[in-house]
């Protein structure tokens, strides 16, 4: 089992940054890959970041390729989101993953989530 945590979620205006966070316990944190996906208000919740469990590789959803980056601490079981030139569509709950395979879409475990507001 794995249980996982996100915080920094906040309001933001148009073109500012936020970091979020995602601390994991459980076991073999280090074997799991991990993703960020999100869900809007009246939208079906839709995939965001993922990143392997070495940290070797990452993938994004094109619409925040260049503007959104995950990492990964083992040290310190924590994942990270780093979210630049947020745009009102970004506003969302953001919620935090673990899984196995694929890894390029983990989720097998969720956190509870972390509200973004993004303000024209």
């Known amino acids: 089992q794995v249980q996982l945590v996100e915080t920094g979620g906040g309001s933001v205006q148009d073109g500012g940054s936020l970091r979020l966070s995602c601390t994991a316990s459980?076991?073999?944190?280090?074997?799991?890959?991990m993703g960020w996906f999100r869900q809007a208000p009246g939208k079906e919740r839709e995939f965001v970041a993922a990143v392997t469990w070495s940290g070797g590789s990452t993938d994004y959803t094109d619409s925040v390729k260049g503007r959104f980056t995950i990492s990964r601490d083992n040290a310190k079981n924590t994942v990270y989101l780093q979210m630049n030139s947020l745009k009102p569509e970004d506003t969302a709950v953001y919620y935090c993953t673990a899984g196995l395979s694929p890894w390029y879409r983990p989720n097998d475990y969720w956190g509870q989530g972390t509200q973004v507001t993004v303000s024209s």
């Open positions: 459980g076991r073999s944190f280090s074997s799991y890959a």
